[in-house]
């Protein structure tokens, strides 16, 4: 910081030879609030080392794949229990229409133990009514052991019970080389337009706009001290 004769940009205090001027946000302050100042600076300094260390811990960690990892299984514990619950279902529309189909067979299966029983006893009947008991009978035999072929399992590939899922990478390069520009003099770029820093008075708002392309719309970032 140099010395200066400006008001002090906090308290106003005009007193000579009290007042420096900061070479970074180019504000002037008082010998008390320069102190301040450098305070701030020094905590802002301790906030990014301590981002910086999250961040290799976070390297370390591989969180991302975990949360990614989180995601599968959450997908794949969604679709088992839509899976499950869609054969639930039809093993339900199967056992009520076996049940009914049931009841339809053994009201037939009656009829023909009365028509046997009547043809014992009265020895009325012929070879054709001998032929007919038989392919009825093993008709009958047939549903107990296999479910009738008028219900059968239709699979819809129209319609996707589970959404599928794969990876895509993301272009990060194109997002590491995003620039900014402006047309306030109250903003200063850094490392090659890829930093923007306000340096004009306080409560003085000035905005940038970023080089990349957007998905949609047009976008434009605020800086505000």
Request: charged share 20%; net charge negative; glycine share 2%.
């Amino acid at each position: 910081m140099s010395s200066s004769t400006t008001s002090c940009v906090v308290c106003e205090n005009k007193t000579i030879n009290s007042t420096f001027k900061c070479e970074g946000c180019l504000l002037t302050f008082c010998l008390k609030h320069t102190n301040e100042h450098q305070q701030y600076l020094s905590h802002q300094l301790n906030e990014i080392i301590h981002e910086h260390e999250n961040i290799f811990y976070t390297f370390n960690e591989h969180k991302q794949s975990s949360l990614l990892f989180d995601q599968i299984n959450e997908w794949e514990n969604d679709s088992i229990k839509k899976i499950q619950q869609t054969a639930h279902n039809v093993r339900i529309q199967i056992e009520q229409f076996s049940e009914l189909q049931k009841e339809q067979s053994k009201e037939k299966f009656n009829q023909i133990s009365k028509q046997l029983e009547n043809a014992r006893q009265n020895h009325e009947y012929l070879e054709q009514d001998l032929f007919r008991w038989k392919i009825l009978l093993k008709q009958f035999k047939y549903d107990l052991t296999i479910l009738s072929p008028s219900i059968i399992l239709h699979q819809d590939h129209n319609k996707t019970l589970i959404n599928n899922i794969s990876i895509m990478k993301m272009d990060q390069q194109s997002t590491l080389n995003e620039t900014f520009i402006s047309f306030s003099d109250e903003i200063k770029f850094d490392d090659n337009h890829h930093i923007a820093m306000h340096c004009g008075p306080y409560r003085n708002p000035a905005y940038i706009t970023g080089t990349q392309e957007y998905l949609s719309g047009q976008h434009q970032i605020r800086l505000f001290i």
